[in-house]
């Protein structure tokens, strides 16, 4: 039987409560700031491109809760593996596996809420649009069918997201990883650059 630790408990009580302060600041702070910039483009754009970027902010909804469900149901073993023969991006899906609890709490929570609420108010952007250029008997139709709308590509499309994310999950996985990889990749690319 272990030994209960108090001073570890303590240690990582303030760890989880410093993530989830973290996860709350971060939220409210890039929430606030795609809301402002989606609003602003949404308003001086036409109708069509309005639903474009309403349908993209669904999908980065839908990718990342891919993302999040495929880093908590992918197997870390294949990976050892890759990470011997050097594959580049391994060692970046070991460590998203090993953080999988954080990582899908940032994938499904925080970016998929975001996404959630963000696509609500350019919806509504979107039926204030329709209705300025319409005139209807029964203005909330056009509001109610919008959020409708939302909802069933954002429900359907996760629905659909989950059950890719499972049955393909190591791939998903190995995939964030090399696009990890990629990108840590870059800085050193300029550093290399700038010495020459």
């Not at 308003?43 to 990342?64: C, P």
């Not at 594959?87 to 460590?95: D, F, M, R």
Request: include cysteine; aromatic fraction near 8%.
């Amino acid at each position: 039987m272990s030994k209960f630790d108090p001073a570890a408990a303590k240690k990582e009580r303030n760890k989880t409560i410093r993530w989830v302060v973290t996860i709350f600041f971060v939220t409210i702070l890039v929430s606030g700031i795609i809301s402002l910039v989606s609003d602003a483009v949404m308003s001086v754009s036409g109708i069509v491109v309005a639903f474009l970027i309403l349908m993209f902010i669904i999908l980065v909804g839908i990718v990342f809760d891919i993302i999040g469900v495929a880093v908590t149901s992918a197997d870390e073993k294949p990976f050892h593996s890759m990470a011997a023969r050097k594959v580049p991006g391994a060692q970046n899906a070991i460590k998203l596996l090993r953080n999988a609890e954080r990582v899908s709490s940032i994938c499904n929570d925080v970016v998929g809420d975001i996404c959630g609420v963000v696509s609500g108010s350019a919806s509504a952007t979107i039926a204030a649009q329709v209705l300025a250029q319409t005139s209807l008997s029964w203005p909330q139709l056009i509001t109610l069918l919008m959020s409708a709308l939302v909802a069933g590509f954002t429900v359907g499309g996760k629905a659909i997201g989950k059950t890719f994310a499972v049955n393909s999950s190591t791939t998903i996985v190995s995939f964030v990883g090399k696009v990890l990889y990629t990108l840590q990749g870059i800085p050193r690319s300029f550093g290399k650059k700038k010495k020459k």
